[in-house]
């Protein structure tokens, strides 16, 4: 969808809400099911994590740097092959499938997955065609020569598999069947690591493109084992009804796939800005700063998309049900994320040293500044998924647009004034900018305010960041440190206390409720 906004999207509705239809989900709280489903998503997070930690030093082992940049290369045609050949069907997928299931209509939940299973084959031929037929160009723009096409050509298989495990993917995620997808991901990453490692002990560099098509196979392998449980009938679809269904799994798709290219597009221009102006030194030292920035937040923000996100589509029709969705979201959320934001702040220096070396102490300083952001994100997110949610292809392609501008224009402006520290800062800013953004649209799309609660802890979390993030400007290093750490462990405290009254004691997860009877807390009656 490339038009801009219609003027009926554009346009601000009266101050006075409309009439609410009335709820159509039960108005008891959801605590325990975000809880639980953070520790799935979160948990499996961890695995892939570690497994890809693995597979990743053990190619490094194996192929060297030359090799192992080689692996890299094949895995970047790859991917953007993918994306833009899956033009977001599995976001979109996942968006219509929680829009039929929210309907309780057989017949709509039946067309919709036979028609983005369909959707997602053809996506994934055409992708491995595209790449077969420019092979020699991609070969020659990449490796400077054509002496790469076949492998190139091999890569197209799994391109193929890649799309269509997606499709199958959005699938389980649209159906909420979030236990099946951390299941799927985990063991899709676990049986392409041992599939992928003896290619490479084998076969060297000629084993790598191999590998990476058998990971794409044990993808959808997995995938295909948890898909295959939901149950839908072959409904009979005339074409009209085949090509409607398909137009608006692409159309929104297309949505998708321009705000994941808007993010990709300004993460590497921001990179690009911090060379000219800073250096190579610099652009490592923003790296590590990302990835750590973003390893603890991001944990809660898969939660969200892959559970949240498809109940709030279910309710997009009842906005009273799904703001109430929204703000439970979001205060789990800060819940969460608070207490380990500030100890990121806190711990930055000795993060860094453990995971990397202390030669990269010079990323401390921008890692706070994406703590910042990161903070901001947990709490812009809930938001944003409402015009999700909605179907709003066009509201969120310019959302993504008007982000992206200002994200660039505040890197430029930042760097050039404050060095490396500036593109943290940039990123701070591009989130408060974010706030300002989502919070009256997504208000006046569907009456969404915060409650009450939301704002006290809110404010508090906030407060208690800026508190420790001053205090490492103003305080020797000892008492900033100490401050911190005071602060993390009472807001973990308060962030317990406040889930353990939010939820019952049968809803916690078996895994965090083991870690917090090793810790010595004790379950109220």
Not at 388 to 402: H, N, P, S, T, W
Not at 478 to 496: D, E, H, K, Q, R
Request: charge should be positive.
């Amino acid at each position: 969808m490339t038009q801009a906004m219609s003027e009926a999207e554009l346009s601000v509705p009266s101050l006075e809400s409309p009439p609410k239809p009335a709820p159509t989900v039960a108005e008891r709280p959801t605590y325990g099911q975000i809880l639980k489903s953070s520790a799935l998503v979160g948990g499996s997070s961890v695995l892939n994590t570690a497994i890809g930690i693995v597979r990743t030093k053990a190619l490094a082992v194996l192929l060297g740097p030359a090799g192992f940049g080689l692996f890299g290369l094949y895995g970047s045609i790859a991917n953007l092959a993918q994306s833009i050949a899956g033009i977001g069907i599995n976001s979109s997928g996942v968006r219509q499938i929680a829009a039929a299931v929210g309907s309780d209509d057989a017949e709509r939940i039946a067309q919709t997955t036979i028609v983005l299973r369909r959707t997602s084959i053809v996506l994934g031929v055409l992708g491995a065609g595209l790449l077969v037929a420019f092979s020699r160009q991609i070969s020659t723009l990449t490796f400077g020569s054509k002496e790469h096409a076949g492998s190139v050509c091999l890569l197209s298989l799994a391109v193929l598999l890649q799309l269509i495990s997606g499709g199958q993917g959005a699938l389980i995620q649209g159906m909420r069947r979030i236990a099946d997808l951390a299941k799927m991901s985990v063991l899709g990453a676990l049986f392409g690591t041992l599939i992928s490692i003896p290619m490479v002990y084998f076969f060297r560099e000629k084993g790598v493109v191999p590998s990476l098509v058998a990971i794409a196979a044990m993808s959808i392998v997995t995938s295909w084992w948890y898909s295959r449980k939901v149950r839908v009938r072959t409904p009979s679809m005339t074409v009209s009804e085949v090509g409607r269904e398909a137009a608006g799994l692409l159309k929104l798709g297309f949505a998708f796939m321009s705000s994941g290219f808007v993010m990709m597009g300004v993460a590497y221009a921001v990179r690009v800005i911090v060379l000219r102006k800073v250096g190579f030194a610099a652009v490592g030292h923003y790296q590590v700063a990302w990835t750590l920035g973003g390893l603890y937040v991001g944990v809660i923000l898969q939660a969200m998309a892959a559970d949240f996100y498809p109940r709030l589509t279910a309710v997009a029709h009842d906005d009273l049900a799904g703001n109430r969705l929204v703000n439970e979201q979001a205060r789990i959320g800060l819940l969460l994320a608070g207490p380990g934001v500030i100890a990121t702040l806190t711990f930055a220096p000795l993060v860094i040293a453990i995971l990397y070396s202390a030669k990269f102490g010079a990323a401390v300083g921008i890692l706070r500044w994406f703590c910042l952001g990161a903070m901001l994100q947990v709490i812009t997110w809930p938001m944003g998924f409402i015009i999700m949610a909605k179907g709003r292809a066009g509201l969120l392609i310019f959302c993504e647009l008007v982000w992206g501008v200002v994200s660039l224009g505040l890197a430029w402006f930042c760097v050039t004034f404050f060095g490396l520290n500036g593109a943290g800062i940039a990123f701070f800013g591009s989130y408060v900018f974010h706030v300002v953004l989502i919070y009256p649209i997504v208000r006046r799309l569907s009456g969404f305010g915060w409650s009450s609660a939301n704002r006290r802890t809110g404010l508090l979390f906030v407060s208690l960041i800026a508190i420790v993030f001053g205090g490492f400007y103003v305080l020797p290093v000892f008492w900033a440190s100490a401050l911190g750490t005071l602060a993390a462990v009472l807001s973990g405290g308060y962030s317990i206390r406040v889930l353990s009254m939010l939820i019952s004691w049968d809803e916690v997860p078996q895994p965090v409720r083991r870690l917090l009877l090793g810790m010595g807390y004790a379950p109220s009656q």
